[in-house]
């Protein structure tokens, strides 16, 4: 299906670039159903013009498979000016061929089994404390409130810095974010400029935790420790200023995606009642007393099912970026050198041929008789896929499973009236007015 030597003869991808330099950018930004559209029109593969290149817009499980496995040979990922400068260089986003893969191989070591049970207990203090608030606090805005949780939670299990949603880190962090996707233009009032001096004082933070460790010799469970380490396959240890961007990407990677995904999660549960009543009855089945070891999260597969289901219809992360490297044919097409490809996760997603109603938040559909994404591999990609899927999958799974059981065991919501449901996507979908709640504990 796909070749090296790429006969120039064979056409394009359907599609229009649009009009002269802006190409179809304004439509792309501004048309919810901007892909849908030209889906109709030329299929799940077409090209367009998007921020000033020619690009190959995939959607759909074959159009996946192509890309996620030829990763580092025809493509290689492909952020925004601003998001590679503010990640640094030595981030894993930015890395690129051996070299990611290398230290993708030493990060993950912070990811294995036997560190995430560890940060498991983290993870259930800090909600049990937020739990506590909100029941205090009963009506709130919940999607501010979660982006403080998820913010607590990651500086905690990457830094060891407590409450951070309360310090000066979080409110670096908050305007460091706030430039990543945006025009790179470095001036004292533009978002990038503020955001690249928040970076400046974010490393030196990172630093001072680094220096304060080594110099007490105290232990710690948490990514810093097990990074500080870890070693490559040459027995190296990752430099300051490498640890420094990586904790800073995995801070990033980690906060905004779980944020949308709890938020999605409350939406989603509050809006369908029979589902929400079938989740707290198997969390009554397997005691809602129990400790929440592994063993017991395991046995939570209605759970499973709502969450996967949650991360189909409302996706975290839209799609990702790549650059074609080196010119390939896919389905008869010929995909240039130095274009862009985006893949596109809703439209994959909502697929008819591979989900039944795919508009209908439906947690049957991941039941093992139906397993509807099955039969296609790379039909249900919200990790991405290949040698870049996500690489705080696990830890993500953890924290939204451990959440949801304490939720549905001890408390209920309801929305409160008067509210814009509708989705806001940036940073990631969540409901414009930030999903207002009255909430209490009814056990
Ligand atoms: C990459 C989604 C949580 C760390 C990715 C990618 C996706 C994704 C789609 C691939 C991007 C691409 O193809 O270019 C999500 C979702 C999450 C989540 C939906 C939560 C529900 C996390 C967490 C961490 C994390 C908690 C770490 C603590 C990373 C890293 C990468 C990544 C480091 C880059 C991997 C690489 O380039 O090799 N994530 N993520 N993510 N994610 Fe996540």
Redesign the pocket.
Known sequence: MTTTNTPTSLPLPPGSFGLPLIGETIPFLNDPNFTEKRYKKYGSLFKTHIFGRPTLIVTGAEGNRFLFSNDHKYFS?NWPYSTRILLGPAS??VQKGTE?QNR?KLLSQAFQPRALASYAITMEQITHQYLDRWEKLATFAWYPELRNYTLDI?CKLLVGVDCASQTQLGEWYKIWVNGLFTLPINLPWTNFGKALRCRKLLLAEIEKIVHQRQETGNSYQDVLELLLQAEDEEGKRLSLNELKDQLL??LF??HE??TS?LASLCLLLVQNPEVLATARSEQQQLGIDTPLTSENLKQMTYLDQVLKEV?RLI???GG?FREVIQSCEFNGFRIPQGWSVLYQVGKTHTDQSVYNHPEVFDPERFSPQRAEDKPKPFSYI???GGV?????KE??KLE?KLFAALLLRHYQWELLPEQNLEMTMVPTPHPQDGLKVSFKRFL
Not at 388 to 392: A, T, V
């Open positions: 990922n894993l986003s990611h993708r990651a990407t995995l990677a980690g995606t779980l995904a991360m996706p975290p992360v990702g919200p990790f991405g870049r899927e996500c690489l705080g830890f993500a939204m």
